[in-house]
């Protein structure tokens, strides 16, 4: 609330009476602790050694050891749902984010616009006199809004925080990342060869962003919202931290829940009585075949050695950027800092199944619905992890790492997608040390527990709209309680991709059904019930024996959903939900031109070419020994890039990474004016809805080069390597060059992309003379 001028006015200034109040900065109050939010990704809780897991985590270990290790605390099954929570302390479809930002539908709980009546933390603590960094993953950003021209109201300055240095979308090449800093795309400082990682890279800038604001503002508190790209796929980590792990999965998922399970309880974080859930088997209808788990004694000796590798390089990926996070809390030691600020080191949701059964050296095929090759994973095995491949383990290890409930990630109706690792660490406020707790939490609730310690409150009002009552419970009070102490939770629900469930007073009701099925009947479902405060692993279904309790439980989640905005449930399939056309701030067109050297467009604002026939024309005046991109979108992953090499004109389609790249190659090429270009003439679908057709290589008017072509109906990637004019960012879509490629050796106009009927040589001709005017 503005202060009013108490001061005198009159025509004189020595006349006047000065009163400065107004303009005074918001002070926090005395002693407030600065925040340090640090959230992994796809992380199920048996998997990091606080919790009994195999994974080293030497930075976790010591915050565990002098802090407070939560054994029921729960997030929305999805990355962007739940880092909604901790933005707002509201419920994710509150929020508008019922699912990725990928997945919006235009629906109110899935718009992917958080609604000014849900003020964030950041802007919340803004306006209380405290700094606010955002570092690394965002992914709550709409999709159509992740450009240069887009607009930046979800953008992380826009939504309270002074600084950001990150990535916008949902994950990232961790080699060659997209990133942002502030509200500009930038180029990662250097390379991999350069010793670059993403980890590295995030923890550079955090301590950064603190050193620089400590240096000029000592007395001021900061809030930091560390996300790594860890650990979510791609899996990237030094071959050095992937090595450590040798040959310490070779026993296999299987045998890997039976011990952690046991050593989750020896140490306390499950009751001695926890049943092992089985694993989620073929089912018979194949309804979620893509999430079944291979038996670890069904698999030959090539996929047993292949699928420990792949838990290795994971293993890798988590300790080493926890070895990253470990730098920022030496600094914040080391400087007089850590003792006074209050720790959450935790992850959005349960472990990743998103490798199908047989795991995977480029995850994009799973949001393409196309299934993996065991050969092709065989032949990179030497090489996972490292900048050759985009890999993800199979479900046998999500499962594994999320023992000992059932499922994963997506499955929010199980403690497999929703239950997930916290740790509390705050020297200056909390007596216990090394202690467990188990009351029962959500990641709505970080956001009441952050303004319960600093001791302010929500508005009711934040810059004139009124404003929704958090639903997230403080957790302060379970800092110095006992560790089985009653919870001051009482009600949360879970919805997600179709799936649903609900938690109430110790009890949990299920509705039986398997995300991005398609087919809907969300009416047939069976609900299950299990007794959580007796039963952890949710493995005894009492359904039969207390209907009026699971009446109950689904009456009030039919509640819950009213209020929340959680309908309709929406179960497509991943590829369709991606696919989804959005309004967009540009009016449709078939028509795209773009000129050299303009930052990467982003994939949700650049051509469609996807499941069509398409047009790429390049006006150029080539000199002799001219050579370079002329237009690259994708990676190597996935993608396609025009371009002159030894005097030829080449187009490369690279399909899903899956070698060998499709190639098409001109004769020699002559100096001078020349229109370039490829057109796809898209004739079918393949077993799994791929384009397949005829590309042409054009010299001016001419064909010089022609083929059958298959073309993907997914997006190129979700990390990022974006359309690019004159050059190729990031990770090079063709193997045949390398260092981004520049054009060089005469001039390039500019590029036309054409989505419509129209002829490749009427649209050469219109491009002509489109660029001789520019």
Known sequence: MTKEFQGKIELDVRDSVADWAPYEPTRAPEGAPNILVILYDDTGMASWSPYGGRINMPTLDRLAANGLTYTQWHTTALCSPTRSTFLTGRNHHV??????????????????????????????????????????KNHNVPEEDISTGGSKEQWPLAQGFDRFYGFLGGETNNWYPDLVEDNHFIEPPYSPEDGYHLSKDLADQTIRLIRDQNASNPSKPWYTWFCPGANHAPHHAPKDYIDKYKGQFDDGYDAYREWVLGRMIERGILPADTALTPINPMPEDQANAADYVKPWDSLSDDEKRLFARMAEVFAGFSEYTDVQIGRIIDYLEDSGQLDNTLIFYCADNGASGEGSPDGSVNENKFFNGFPDDLKENLDKIGVLGGPETYNHYPTGWATAFSTPFQMFKRYSQFSGGTCDPMIIHWPAGIKAKGEIRHQYHHSTDIVATVLDVIGIEMPDVFRGVEQRPLDGVSMKYSFDAAPDGQTEKKVQYYAMLGTRGIWKDGWKAAAIHAPLTGHGRFDEDRWELY?????????????????????????????EAE??????????????????????????????????????????????????????????????????????????????????????????????????????????LTPGKHALGVEFIRESAGEHGESIGTAKLYIDDQVVAEGPMRAQVGKFTLAGDGLCIGYDSGDAVSGQYSDGFPFTGGKLLGVGVDVSDEQYLDLELEAQAAFARE
């Open 95 to 136: 929020n508008g984010m019922g699912n990725i930002m990928e997945g919006t539908n235009g629906f109110p709980g899935l718009s992917g616009h958080i609604p000014e009546s849900c003020a964030t933390i950041g802007q919340v603590l803004q306006k209380n006199g405290y700094s606010t960094f955002w570092v690394g």
């Open 531 to 559: 007794h959580v405060a007796e039963d952890r692993s949710e493995s005894k279904d009492l359904a039969a024996e207390h209907p009026e309790k699971l009446q109950e439980l689904i009456d009030a989640w039919f509640e």
């Open 563 to 668: 209020k929340n905005n959680v309908l309709p449930l929406d179960d497509r399939s991943a590829r369709d939900q991606l696919t989804i056309e959005r309004p967009q701030a540009e009016p449709p067109r078939t028509r795209y031109i773009y000129y050299p050297d303009t930052t990467a467009v982003a994939e949700s604002v650049a051509v469609n070419v996807r499941g069509r026939s398409y047009k790429i024309i390049a006006d150029v005046d080539l000199e002799k020994g001219a050579e370079g991109v002329l237009f690259a979108h994708g990676s190597r992953f996935g993608g396609h890039s025009l371009f002159i090499k030894d005097n030829k004109l080449t187009y490369v389609y690279n399909f899903l990474g899956i070698p060998p790249e499709q190639v098409f190659t001109s004769g020699e």
